[in-house]
């Protein structure tokens, strides 16, 4: 497989760390769990957004639900620019596509015990049935001693507990001939059990969390393929794993964080600051999503925190440069035709830089050469990514978050198979460059 040639990367270390990150993130509310811990482990310290914030150099993080912010004024604190120092942004995003489950969830159908549930984002549905499931998420219990009256709680069943079952092909052969239709109110509502009288979900929850039916107040939660993440492959070159768009890039974006700060011990010219949204995947227009105040009400406090005024946070915002980090499309070997031929794009060959000039991806000239110098930086191969002409192209964080920051940004990611699938597939190689780029980026190396 290739591998740079200028810095020996720990390919297996990596490999075996993003499998652990997700397998330990079932929702985003986990993702931002396990970045939490991952950061406190290495000396960041979490702040609450509704205390002041203290003023001292060091390295910070702050939750809003399911997304997480984490930043260093640490190596940056003696820089000539003081207060208007800029920044180096990574954003990427902690949710992928699943099915959720209804508030009203309980359904009993011809003595099958069952689950109302919702689509959420743009899963491949059909990759969903007939496989086991777990259930995971975040629940609100009545807690006279919480300042609120409400206690939020995690909660993850990683065993074997539900399941879309398929409809036999006996009784629809137009199947083989055009295709599974799946109607997402009659065909999605998985099945847990047949004994006609499971107990409410309220009550299995009251259950797992020993309190009262009546004090389960509401519930965010969504299934997750159980089959653990790993190494696939007659040479053990491929990673399967659910949600590798875009937990991937949080668990390569988390690394990177850590592993610049500790490059820019010595002095650095930017802050680095990471940033991994909620809610991309519906279209980042909620309090926690790329859409929202979240990130550029955390950039002034930042340079409020350093003693700046709102002119020293424009002027850190004209040095600075936000890099929009989402999963990208590797080139299929059964769908050649489905992508742009100049521009083929394989797995364990480096990172990935979009371009489309209809602003689906913020990348331009500037944003472009920042991260082809990273790569060179971190001695890793890039690969430029452009959609079909004659097809349309997704999109990222990349340009709200560009039009809301007024930063050159520039969108980037690790190449794939199967997004959006309930079981994704990349490289083995991929995570180790992904790190190593990302990290040149957030510390970038004086000219």
């Given at each position: 497989?290739?591998?740079?040639?200028?810095?020996?990367?720990?390919?297996?270390?990596?490999?075996?760390?993003?499998?652990?990150?997700?397998?330990?993130?079932?929702?985003?509310?986990?993702?931002?769990?396990?970045?939490?811990?991952?950061?406190?482990?290495?000396?960041?310290?979490?702040?609450?957004?509704?205390?002041?914030?203290?003023?001292?150099?060091?390295?910070?993080?702050?939750?809003?639900?399911?997304?997480?912010?984490?930043?260093?004024t640490a190596a940056a604190a003696g820089a000539s620019t003081g207060p208007a120092t800029g920044f180096r942004v990574l954003g990427g995003h902690t949710d992928s596509p699943n099915l959720r489950i209804k508030p009203n969830a309980d359904v009993r159908t011809l003595g099958w015990d069952q689950l109302g549930v919702e689509v959420y984002g743009g899963p491949l549905i059909t990759t969903w049935l007939d496989r086991d499931l777990g259930l995971a998420g975040r629940v609100a219990v009545r807690?006279?001693?919480?300042?609120?009256?409400?206690?939020?709680?995690?909660?993850?069943?990683?065993?074997?507990?539900?399941?879309?079952?398929?409809?036999?092909?006996?009784?629809?052969?137009?199947?083989?001939?055009?295709?599974?239709?799946?109607?997402?109110?009659?065909?999605?509502?998985?099945?847990?059990?047949?004994?006609?009288?499971?107990?409410?979900?309220?009550?299995?929850?009251?259950?797992?969390?020993?309190?009262?039916?009546?004090?389960?107040?509401?519930?965010?939660?969504?299934?997750?393929?159980?089959?653990?993440?790993?190494?696939?492959?007659?040479?053990?070159?491929?990673?399967?794993?659910?949600?590798?768009?875009?937990?991937?890039?949080?668990?390569?974006?988390?690394?990177?964080?850590?592993?610049?700060?500790?490059?820019?011990?010595?002095?650095?010219?930017?802050?680095?600051?990471?940033?991994?949204?909620?809610?991309?995947?519906?279209?980042?227009?909620?309090?926690?999503?790329?859409?929202?105040?979240?990130?550029?009400?955390?950039?002034?406090?930042?340079?409020?925190?350093?003693?700046?005024?709102?002119?020293?946070?424009?002027?850190?915002?004209?040095?600075?440069?936000?890099?929009?980090?989402?999963?990208?499309?590797?080139?299929?070997?059964?769908?050649?035709?489905?992508?742009?031929?100049?521009?083929?794009?394989?797995?364990?060959?480096?990172?990935?830089?979009?371009?489309?000039?209809?602003?689906?991806?913020?990348?331009?000239?500037?944003?472009?050469?920042?991260?082809?110098?990273?790569?060179?930086?971190?001695?890793?191969?890039?690969?430029?990514?452009?959609?079909?002409s004659d097809m349309p192209c997704g999109s990222t964080i990349g340009p709200m978050t560009a039009a809301l920051t007024g930063v050159v940004t520039v969108d980037v990611g690790a190449p794939m198979l199967s997004m959006h699938s309930a079981r994704e597939l990349c490289g083995v190689a991929d995570?180790?460059?992904?790190?190593?780029?990302?990290?040149?980026?957030?510390?970038?190396?004086?000219?």
């Open positions: 497989m290739p591998t740079p040639t200028s810095l020996e990367l720990d390919v297996d270390g990596h490999a075996a760390d993003l499998c652990a990150f997700i397998d330990a993130s079932p929702t985003p509310f986990h993702a931002v769990q396990e970045a939490a811990r991952r950061l406190t482990d290495a000396g960041f310290t979490e702040l609450a957004e509704r205390d002041a914030w203290p003023r001292e150099p060091g390295r910070y993080f702050v939750r809003r639900e399911g997304t997480i912010a984490a930043w260093s807690d006279a001693d919480e300042p609120t009256g409400v206690r939020m709680c995690l909660v993850q069943v990683s065993e074997p507990l539900l399941r879309v079952a398929h409809l036999a092909i006996h009784l629809d052969r137009s199947i083989a001939d055009e295709g599974v239709r799946l109607n997402p109110q009659q065909h999605l509502a998985p099945i847990w059990g047949a004994t006609g009288g499971a107990p409410t979900l309220a009550e299995y929850l009251a259950g797992l969390l020993d309190v009262e039916p009546n004090d389960v107040l509401a519930h965010d939660l969504m299934m997750f393929d159980l089959t653990p993440s790993g190494r696939l492959g007659h040479a053990r070159d491929l990673i399967a794993a659910p949600r590798l768009d875009n937990q991937a890039t949080c668990y390569a974006g988390v690394r990177a964080l850590i592993d610049a700060d500790t490059a820019m011990a010595g002095g650095g010219s930017h802050i680095p600051l990471l940033v991994l949204f909620d809610h991309e995947e519906i279209g980042s227009m909620t309090n926690r999503g790329g859409f929202s105040e979240f990130l550029p009400g955390l950039l002034e406090r930042v340079v409020l925190t350093q003693g700046g005024d709102r002119e020293d946070l424009h002027r850190a915002l004209a040095d600075s440069l936000v890099c929009s980090a989402d999963m990208a499309h590797a080139t299929h070997p059964n769908y050649t035709e489905r992508h742009e031929p100049s521009h083929r794009i394989a797995v364990n060959a480096g990172p990935v830089l979009k371009v489309n000039v209809k602003g689906r991806y913020a990348s331009d000239a500037p944003g472009a050469a920042a991260f082809a110098l990273a790569c060179e930086q971190a001695g890793v191969p890039l690969q430029r990514f452009v959609v079909r995570p180790a460059m992904y790190v190593a780029a990302l990290t040149a980026m957030l510390a970038p190396a004086a000219v």
